[in-house]
């Protein structure tokens, strides 16, 4: 059999040089010790055709690897250093040549650090060699700079492109370089995309209030969700004060058309719109008051049946609920839809004010519809538990525990409801974003604590970097950056941390190390925040904020933090020199970052032990690598066992393992939902925004749906859900709770359906 070499020379096929190559990187440290190299050998051999290129072999070797994915994590780490291999001999051989390659779409400035000094000495391209292959194809899918010969860049050459844009010196760009290259954090996808573009927009999140309910203001919000979405970031919209229906219009003497028409243009905005040139599809959240007279027809916009036309399917829904509406579906009472037009004070508004201007509203017979605010609820769970959402955020948490708070009313959070920030006509509140990578902190002795302290300080630190070099899709948005400048710290591989130190999620010892770990993260980004205000002053508007006064994230939660650190005196300086950041922590999802660097997403527990994904970049069959390593050092991990688990869709708990590992290894299925929300609660004194929590049930039902909200809302969650997750051929596990933590009968048959176990 002939190979066809890069060269375009040809030459027998020789099996002990794919051997070697094998054995070779399988020993590239950290080695893999469990790839069997005769029998993954033979087994590419004989798939292998004549005159295939050594490209074409390599590619194979690579699926074949990823394919046993299933046998041993080592696989997939296999696959993916053949892939780097093959991307490290197709792109530059320096980070200078490489960006040199693209000059034609770089920032100038940027361009002419690159070739000021020599970054490629300090760029350790071994690091390439610790993705796996999910890591590496998410890398080339999305990240990894091209032109119209191919890819340039590598990973590290993409990490060095956004350390050198984002520093002032070459020491700094290093230093940044060298803590994103060990896989200590990660910048969100905007900041890795855009770093040294010509066009660089690198923040997240847009929060936008519609201008106006008028032709112009709906027309000039849609126009800038344009030029948002465009740059490629996510945009959450505040739809409320948009007239509803057949409303009178005075200066035609017509009727409105209401939300529904407005959304479908949004919509078709959304699809048009894409983020980043291709690299995402433009993603728009919509939240609506429940108190909107319009608030059943925006339900129905993304149901699967129906008229096409009066569907919007591509948008996002969130209801922004307040108290008041949650109290009156606790009791069966009537709830009162009302036109803004006739009632702006209600989105203007919120806690005891809000109750007031409502029931006054009432009074004053201003409603346009009355209706049970159960007949309202049962609508809601209905649509989430078909399509997933609405997504629930509580206005009142929102805004009563935000340090935003002395600046107005906050209408809306994010595409992803972990980011609350005030936004008006004139204010597009915006958001940059970073995650760190939990499982790097835990040793043979634990969590280093203190080193988690230190990355979160530079985490916020290279976040402002973040502020001051982005720029900005519209005008508002700058104002509202500038003014405020929040950024959101998050993490990823939280559920890993507990699986390497052998921990249940659903334990006590989990609940300790996970308040423990949010304190630290918010505690280092709280005094590098200050220092940063030493050096360039404090934000804008920190002035009558709750932190001017002393009054940090945890006080607004009535919360004693630990004594592991002096928040006495953190607080003195704060209120001393101010801060330089209005909001700071902000747990979001981090599908993409996590992939990358192969944690957990976010704070979530795993769905499955075993299973197959399918992303844009591929299809690969995922093991639980910390499993893998469990029952291997236990003597246990065998094909059985693998097999196994595959018939029992990823689920350990009908194996022979023993007990604590099975604990251990639970997917979120087999966790009571009460678990998810009480570490989210616990972890909430250090959360300055918020969290994308998303629920799980495997076969929803409205009483079960409506325990899980009403505990959220309860425990004081400003995001009480994400996204409903379901699984409707897996075996419902039931929401579990004391009696007296959970509504028991909020709909008339919720009794007989949730379960009252400890």
């Not at 970097?465 to 710290?489: F, K, L, M, Q, W």
């Not at 009558?544 to 009054?551: A, C, F, K, L």
């Amino acid at each position: 059999m002939i190979v066809v070499k890069r060269n375009k020379i040809e030459e027998k096929y020789d099996p002990g040089k794919l051997t070697h190559f094998i054995t070779a990187i399988s020993n590239v440290n950290p080695k893999l010790r469990h790839i069997d190299t005769r029998k993954l050998t033979k087994q590419i051999e004989s798939g292998l055709t004549d005159r295939m290129s050594s490209d074409e072999l390599l590619t194979y070797a690579t699926d074949i690897c990823a394919s046993l994915g299933s046998q041993s994590h080592d696989y997939s780490m296999l696959a993916g250093r053949i892939s780097i291999i093959m991307l490290h001999t197709n792109t530059p051989s320096s980070f200078t040549h490489a960006m040199n390659r693209i000059s034609d779409v770089l920032c100038p400035r940027f361009l002419l650090r690159v070739n000021q000094y020599n970054y490629d000495d300090y760029i350790d391209n071994r690091y390439d060699f610790g993705y796996d292959i999910i890591g590496v194809r998410t890398l080339k899918r999305s990240y990894l700079l091209k032109d119209a010969k191919g890819f340039v860049e590598r990973p590290q050459y993409m990490l060095m492109r956004v350390a050198v844009f984002l520093s002032d010196t070459p020491a700094e760009a290093v230093d940044i370089y060298n803590v994103m290259s060990a896989g200590y954090y990660t910048h969100a996808s905007p900041t890795l995309f855009h770093c040294g573009m010509k066009q660089h927009q690198l923040a997240s999140c847009f929060l936008m209030t519609m201008k106006g309910d008028s032709i112009e203001g709906i027309y000039d919000t849609i126009k800038d969700t344009a030029l948002i979405s465009k740059s490629a970031g996510g945009i959450g919209i505040s739809v409320s004060n948009i007239r509803c229906k057949n409303s009178p219009i005075a200066g035609t003497g017509g009727t409105s058309n209401g939300l529904v028409p407005m959304l479908r243009v949004l919509n078709n905005t959304a699809r048009y719109c894409d983020q980043g040139g291709g690299k995402r599809k433009g993603s728009f959240a919509i939240f609506i008051e429940p108190w909107h007279g319009d608030i059943f027809e925006v339900l129905e916009l993304k149901l699967n049946h129906g008229v096409e036309e009066d569907r919007a399917r591509d948008l996002f829904y969130s209801l922004f609920v307040s108290d008041l509406f949650m109290k009156r579906v606790q009791a069966g009472e009537q709830w009162s839809l009302f036109c803004p037009h006739k009632s702006p004070e209600l989105q203007n508004s919120y806690g005891e004010a809000f109750e007031h201007n409502y029931v006054t509203a009432e009074r004053s017979g201003k409603a346009k519809r009355v209706v049970n605010a159960r007949k309202l609820w049962n609508k809601i769970i209905a649509t989430q538990i078909e399509t997933g959402t609405p997504y629930l955020v509580y206005k009142d948490a929102c805004n009563a525990r935000s340090n935003q708070r002395h600046l107005g009313v906050i209408k809306s959070s994010n595409l992803c409801a972990e980011i609350v920030e005030y936004s008006s006509p004139d204010e597009t509140a915006v958001c940059t974003l970073a995650s760190i990578a939990l499982p790097k902190f835990v040793g043979r002795d634990g969590i280093d604590y203190e080193k988690l302290v230190d990355i979160a300080g530079v985490v916020c630190k290279n976040l402002n970097r973040v502020i001051d070099n982005t720029t900005y899709p519209i005008e508002s948005a700058r104002r509202s950056n500038e003014r405020h400048r929040p950024i959101g710290i998050g993490v990823q591989g939280l559920s890993d941390v507990f699986q390497m130190m052998g921990v249940p999620y659903d334990s006590e010892d989990a609940a300790r190390i996970n308040v423990l770990i949010f304190e630290s993260i918010y505690y280092g980004a709280v005094k590098m925040s200050v220092e940063l205000a030493k050096k360039d002053g404090k934000y804008d508007s920190f002035d009558g904020s709750p932190s001017s006064v002393g009054r940090l994230n945890f006080d607004m939660w009535d919360h004693t933090p630990s004594e592991r650190y002096n928040w006495a005196a953190l607080r003195d300086e704060v209120q001393q020199h101010g801060m330089r950041n209005s909001l700071l922590t902000a747990m979001m999802p981090t599908a993409s970052s996590a992939s990358i660097l192969g944690n957990t997403e976010s704070f979530e527990p795993r769905t499955s032990n075993l299973y197959t994904r399918r992303v844009l970049s591929g299809e690969f069959t995922i093991l639980n690598k910390y499993l893998e390593a469990t029952c291997r050092k236990m003597n246990l991990w065998s094909p059985d066992l693998r097999d196994n688990i595959i018939r029992n869709r990823g689920s350990v708990q009908q194996t022979s393992l023993p007990e604590d590992v099975k604990n251990v290894f639970k997917t979120v299925w087999e966790l009571s939902q009460k678990s998810l929300i009480d570490l989210s609660r616990d972890r909430a004194p250090y959360v300055c925004q918020s969290q994308s929590l998303n629920l799980y049930q495997a076969t929803p039902t409205q009483a079960s749906v409506t325990s899980m909200h009403f505990y959220a809302w309860k425990s004081g969650l400003k995001t009480g859900i994400y996204y409903l997750r379901t699984l409707p051929k897996a075996n419902a596990v039931a929401f579990t709770a004391k009696q007296k933590d959970v509504v028991m009968s909020i709909l008339d048959e919720a009794s007989n359906c949730i379960a009252c176990e400890a």
